[in-house]
């Protein structure tokens, strides 16, 4: 059974910094495109930063010059670091991985809590 886990969410102070992780059971990791959503209370599933298999990289204009993605194939692990975080930011952030040939494996993890207050 397939399982992404995110870790790495938590309360920060505006101006301040987390590294969310997320960490894939599938085979073959590397041939998934990964990306990250948030999703704030009332509002909808909106794509934060995506990393193809590639390593092409896209952010939503919301996280450009303020969050960085990344991954490392040989952990299994993609990475979304985030800087200067804005109370704006607070959402669940998830996880997401699709095949870079196939749109039928598609998976998603359960969610990281971000908050942003002082």
């Known amino acids: 059974q397939v399982q992404l886990v995110e870790s790495g969410g938590g309360l920060v102070q505006p101006g301040g910094s987390l590294r969310l992780s997320c960490t894939a059971s599938m085979l073959l990791f590397r041939l998934y495109n990964i990306n990250w959503y948030r999703q704030a209370p009332g509002t909808q599933r909106d794509l934060v930063a995506a990393?193809?298999?590639?390593?092409?990289?896209n952010y939503a204009d919301s996280a450009k010059g303020r969050f960085t993605i990344s991954r490392d194939n040989g952990k299994d692990t993609a990475y979304l670091q985030m800087n200067s975080l804005k109370p704006e930011d607070t959402a669940v952030y998830y996880c997401?991985?699709?095949?870079?040939?196939?749109?039928?494996?598609?998976?998603w993890g359960q969610g990281t809590q971000v908050t942003v207050s002082s």
């Open positions: 997401n991985a699709v095949h870079q040939s196939t749109t039928a494996l598609n998976y």
């Open positions: 990393i193809t298999s590639g390593g092409s990289i």
